[in-house]
């Protein structure tokens, strides 16, 4: 909590107070606040409050974490000790993990320093959160409570759920269907510096057993661009070549359609992109 | 060379002069806080702790606390 004078006037004095509540704390504590101002050269400043805070009773940690892979159990331990001068004695009240947790109480120093220690029963394979409430004799600090937090996971988690009748455990390989004729790509992108000659190849293969034609259905870049096709493999495979007529800087989109002899795809669209940038004055 | 010597020496004590003087340059908001931290030593568990920072304003126009944010 803070409390602050919102303006000093100039040769003037100003307050900010802050204010922090120490329960709940042990040991050093570090609270730190930042103060912005339109101060031009401090517009950020940090002030810090510290203190050692003492407590009746240590305890290293009121929170414990069990985290369990497979079948490794997991274990924790936590420290309880008397800070003042009288002896300290405890009892259980209250312990909601019965099923899923063990605990032991052993005495490090009588009346003085005692061990808590969290053990997970093995085959308890389930995520749990519970608590275990420690009565004290010391009415200054009257209950302990430490609640726990287990996590397991399995050792290793399968791909799939076994299925009979495979022997073998194999990744499972989605079968993707395959088209009867492939094509590398029907964008065509021919990007460059203007009156720079640009090419780009697709190629075009036959995936079923039969022989693959081709013939132009249509093509609305003639003055633009040039392309050719080449036979790979007869009846199979083919490369078409687009390349950019030198002189022509304009860009312009434009498509080529061809016919083949597949009724399963009787067509192929080749999409066309002529982009180009200017020279700049470092180009040669 | 007795020259070039007298210049350094001239522009070293420019330096100096800007750095000092101009360095003391109070103009606009000008905040100055007497210990950014304190240190309270031992408390009891429970107890609520106050402590209150005092800031100046050593420059010639009014000094705004935006905003102050626990960090």
């Known amino acids: ?284 | 060379m007795k020259k070039l010597f007298l210049m350094i020496m001239g522009l070293f004590f420019v330096a100096l002069w800007g750095d000092t003087v101009l360095g003391q340059d109070n103009k606009g908001p000008r905040i100055s806080v007497e210990g950014r931290e304190f240190d309270f030593k031992e408390v009891e568990e429970g107890t609520v702790l106050e402590h209150t920072f005092k800031i100046l304003n050593i420059g010639d126009e009014p000094l705004k606390i935006i905003s102050v944010r626990p960090g």
Do not use: C
């Open chain 1, 1 to 284: 909590m803070a409390n602050f004078d919102p303006a000093v006037p100039p040769g003037g004095e100003g307050k900010i107070t802050l204010k922090i509540k120490t329960k709940g704390y042990q040991g050093n504590l570090r609270k730190s606040a930042r103060i912005k101002t339109n101060d031009p050269e401090k517009r950020n400043i940090i002030l810090v409050i510290k203190a050692t805070v003492k407590v009746p009773i240590y305890v290293s940690s009121k929170y414990v974490h069990l985290y369990g892979k497979g079948d490794k159990g997991a274990h924790k331990t936590i420290k309880i000790l008397a800070e003042l001068d009288k002896p300290l004695n405890l009892s259980v009240t209250d312990f909601t993990l019965k099923n899923k947790l063990k605990y032991a109480i052993e005495t490090v120093q009588k009346e003085k320093e005692y061990r808590v220690r969290f053990t997970s029963i093995s085959g308890v394979k389930e995520n749990f959160r519970g608590i275990l409430k420690l009565k004290t004799n010391y009415p200054e600090k009257p209950e302990i409570s430490i609640v726990i937090n287990g996590r397991f996971k399995p050792a290793k988690i399968p791909l799939r759920p076994p299925s009979s009748g495979i022997k073998k455990e194999t990744p499972v390989r989605v079968q993707m269907p395959i088209a009867p004729i492939y094509v590398s790509s029907r964008y065509i992108r021919l990007y460059g510096k203007e009156g720079a000659e640009i090419t780009k190849t697709v190629e075009i293969r036959a995936e079923l057993k039969k022989s693959l034609n081709l013939t132009i259905t249509e093509f609305n870049l003639n003055d633009k661009l040039k392309y050719t096709i080449e036979t790979v493999e007869k009846g199979r495979k083919y490369r078409i070549k687009f390349s950019t007529i030198p002189g022509g800087n304009r860009n312009y989109n434009g498509i080529l359609k061809l016919r083949t002899s597949y009724p399963e795809m009787p067509l192929i669209t080749f999409v066309i992109h002529g982009r180009f940038m200017k020279k700049g004055p470092n180009d040669r």
